[in-house]
């Protein structure tokens, strides 16, 4: 059983950055895709990027495009959010989760077996 675990969260200014971490222990990523999803309240779950297994493929929502990066470390079991330019759309809570298959439907949050508790990013205008 994969656990996975995020830290990082925080409360930050408009224009700030913070950088996620997600570790997974018990298991390796067992060769899948990973993602970041976040919720905010009142709101569904929403997919903001995935990367391949070799790091050579990564998706983005458009609300995050060119601000937010996904990179990740299979040796050390661990994958990254780097949030720049934070907007107060941005506050939510944000999930890493392991996809099932390839990273096709990437955004499809039931194409997902493993999620962490989360993290909570707060922006501040």
């Known amino acids: 059983q994969v656990q996975l675990v995020e830290s990082g969260g925080g409360l930050v200014q408009t224009g700030g950055s913070l950088r996620l971490s997600c570790a997974a222990t018990?298991?390796?990523?067992?060769?899948?895709?990973m993602a970041w999803f976040r919720q905010a309240p009142g709101k569904e779950r929403e997919f903001v990027a995935c990367?391949?297994?070799?790091?050579?493929?990564?998706y983005y929502a458009d609300s995050v495009k060119g601000r937010f990066t996904i990179s990740r470390d299979n040796a050390k079991n661990t994958v990254w959010l780097q949030m720049d330019g934070l907007k107060p759309e941005d506050t939510a809570v944000y999930y890493c989760?392991?996809?099932?298959?390839?990273?096709?439907?990437?955004?499809?949050?039931?194409?997902?077996?493993?999620w962490g508790q989360g993290t909570q990013v707060t922006v501040s205008s």
């Open positions: 989760a392991r996809k099932i298959g390839s990273i096709s439907d990437y955004s499809n949050r039931r194409s997902y077996d493993s």
């Open positions: 018990g298991l390796t990523f067992g060769f899948r895709p």
């Open positions: 990367i391949r297994w070799l790091g050579d493929e990564t």
